[in-house]
């Protein structure tokens, strides 16, 4: 795939020392570890760093992880901040661009710029976050390009031998997203008739714009700077470059895919009995329908209603991993028993031709709403009497299917077990830092229906708009 060093974490370990050396030993390049030592000798077992040219300017490469994690017997990780400390000045005199692989989490990520000053850049793993745009602390970026083959995080930087990036850096992205409001505040003036205050609102904000403008080009002069993007593994994201990487994704995914379909079916779910002595069973959206359309319709439209289009996209509907928070009463009392009647609905209803392609929807908003609408379509045409996929009526409301114990259906309200509240907490079981990461339930404008900057076509994913409860 045109790899040229691997950070080693503790997982890398989980088939022993012996496995781990016989991959290395197949491959084309360089397994870093600058903490992880032989426990006798404390010697590294792997190359501790490594320096590479690249168009003239020197790069030296070394890699830590976190110092608390236990690896197999015999081998031991020594402190990464001391380890961080001595292969900065081993290699500052060595080279221009010093980057560090680490492999601790964000918030050690942060500590250690803390700690250790000369890391010009830090690439870091094991907590599957991303960050869309670098962190900077003084004049160390941090990125993480999350986990599981999901972004390739790509950074070009701009090198100037002797200078460093600058630590005043954090303004000039500040600056950068002050532009971006000016610019959108300017569009809509532009589209206002120009009266007197309009002409005068419009002027004040060109000069403000290019008051900024002066200022980010001269912060810019001071230090060495970069562009950073996560690609998306899309094909066009690709465009003319390497495919190699992408076609060998999705032929793994692919290949995940069949053996996941295996493992989906499993045990039906007994209902949950409550005190009661009723049973409780998740419904799902058909059932709702019923007696609340007025909620159902604003759902439908939602894309909490279709969330398995992207993971069909993906070649990931099927993916337990992924399952678990697109769907509804997964492995949970009442759930569902299989999705067998997935694979071929989606493929009828979406269209084979998407399947697995990685077109990344936000980008391509026609087609993502075109997807929906027709997946949306389906299944309200549909003869299931249960329909577990997509995020549901029951995700927020808990399962409200209520038998009595002869197996009679009773109303729902009869029951008094049954949550009377959505509450942060039920969004939050999904809407994790790592799946989601600008969700915050008092602040995302998402959740009121206001469009966030940037983004066209918002909506609130359910009807209750103003009852959100804290
Ligand atoms: C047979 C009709 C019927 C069906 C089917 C039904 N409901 Fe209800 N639901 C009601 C009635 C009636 C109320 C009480 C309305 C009121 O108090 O204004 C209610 C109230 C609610 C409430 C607000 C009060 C509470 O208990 O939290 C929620 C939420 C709710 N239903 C969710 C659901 C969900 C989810 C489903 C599908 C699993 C569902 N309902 C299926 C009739 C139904
Ligand atoms: C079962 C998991 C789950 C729960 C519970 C859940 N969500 Fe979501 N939510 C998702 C998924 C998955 C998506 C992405 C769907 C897609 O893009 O297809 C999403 C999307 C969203 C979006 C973006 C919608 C858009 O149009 O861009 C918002 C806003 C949102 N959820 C808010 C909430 C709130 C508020 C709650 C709690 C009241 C909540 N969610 C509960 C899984 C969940
Ligand atoms: C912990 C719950 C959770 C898990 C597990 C999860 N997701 Fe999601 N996913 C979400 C939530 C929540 C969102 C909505 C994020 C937002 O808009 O803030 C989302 C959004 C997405 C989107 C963006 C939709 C779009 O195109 O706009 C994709 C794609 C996606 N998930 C794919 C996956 C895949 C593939 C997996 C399995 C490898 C997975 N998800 C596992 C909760 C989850
Ligand atoms: C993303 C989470 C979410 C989903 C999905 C969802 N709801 Fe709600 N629902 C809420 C919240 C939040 C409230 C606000 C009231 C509260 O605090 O419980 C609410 C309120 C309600 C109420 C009370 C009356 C009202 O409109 O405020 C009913 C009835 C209801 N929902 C039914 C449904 C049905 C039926 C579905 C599926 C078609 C559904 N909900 C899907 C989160 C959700």
């Known amino acids: ?29 360089s397994f870093l570890s600058s903490n992880i030592v032989d426990s006798k000798t404390e010697k590294p077992i792997f190359e501790p760093y490594v320096v590479r040219e690249v168009r003239g300017i020197k790069i030296g490469i070394f890699s830590v992880i976190d110092s608390s994690f236990v690896l197999p017997e015999g081998i031991k990780v020594l402190d990464s901040v001391a380890t961080s400390q001595k ?10 661009v010093i980057i560090a692989l680490t492999h601790q989490g964000l918030a050690k990520d942060v500590e250690l710029t803390q700690k250790v000053s000369g890391i010009d850049i830090m690439i870091g793993g094991h907590d599957k976050q991303h960050l869309d745009q670098p962190t900077q602390i003084k004049s160390t970026l941090i990125l993480e390009s999350g986990d599981q083959g999901k972004y390739v995080g790509v950074l070009n930087i701009f090198w100037k ?26 569009s809509q003036l532009r589209a206002m008739t120009k009266d007197d205050l309009v002409a005068r609102q419009e002027q004040e904000l060109l000069r403000q714009k290019w008051d900024l403008e002066q200022k980010l080009e001269l912060m810019k002069a001071k230090g060495n700077s970069y562009q950073h993007e996560l690609v998306a593994l899309d094909l066009e994201a690709f465009g003319d470059g390497d495919k190699r990487v992408f076609k060998a994704v999705q032929a793994f995914k692919k290949s995940l895919a069949s053996i996941q379909k295996k493992g989906v079916a499993g045990p039906s779910l007994e209902p949950r009995v409550t005190q009661q002595g009723n ?9 709702c329908s019923v007696c609340h359309k007025e909620q159902y319709d604003v759902w439908k439209e939602s894309k909490h209603a279709s969330a398995v289009v992207p993971l069909y996209i993906r070649n990931q509907h099927l993916n337990p991993e992924c399952i678990v928070c697109h769907s509804v009463g997964f492995h949970e009392p009442g759930g569902f028993k299989d999705l067998g009647y997935l694979e071929s609905f989606l493929d009828k209803t979406l269209g ?13 908003p026609e087609l993502d709403q075109k997807l929906r609408r027709q997946y949306v379509e389906a ?6 009497k249960k329909d577990f996929i997509g995020v549901q009526c029951e995700n927020c409301h808990s399962p409200r299917g209520v038998k009595d114990a002869l197996g009679q259906e009773l109303p729902h309200q009869v029951e008094t077990e049954l949550p009377k509240k959505v509450v942060a907490q039920s969004c939050l079981k999904c809407h994790t830092p790592s799946q989601s990461p600008a969700f915050n339930f008092e602040k995302d404008l998402r959740i009121l229906g206001q469009r966030p900057l940037g983004e066209k076509d918002a909506k609130a994913p359910f009807h209750c708009k103003v ?3 804290p």
């Open 161 to 186: 031998k002797g200078s460093h990036f600058n630590s005043e850096m954090e303004t000039v992205v500040l600056d950068q997203a002050k532009l971006a409001q000016i610019d959108e505040k300017l």
């Open 87 to 96: 292969m900065v000045q081993e290699l500052s005199s060595k080279v221009d």
């Open 379 to 384: 299944i309200e045409k549909a003869p299931f």
């Open 279 to 287: 049973r409780v069973e998740v419904a799902t959206y058909k059932k």
């Open 1 to 29: 795939m045109g790899f040229q060093v691997l950070g080693l974490g503790e997982t890398d370990f989980a088939l022993g020392l012996d496995f781990l050396l016989k991959l290395k030993a197949k491959a084309q390049f």
């Open 352 to 364: 084979k031709k998407h399947k697995g392609s990685m077109v990344e929807l936000r980008d391509h």
């Open 467 to 469: 009852k959100v409860a």
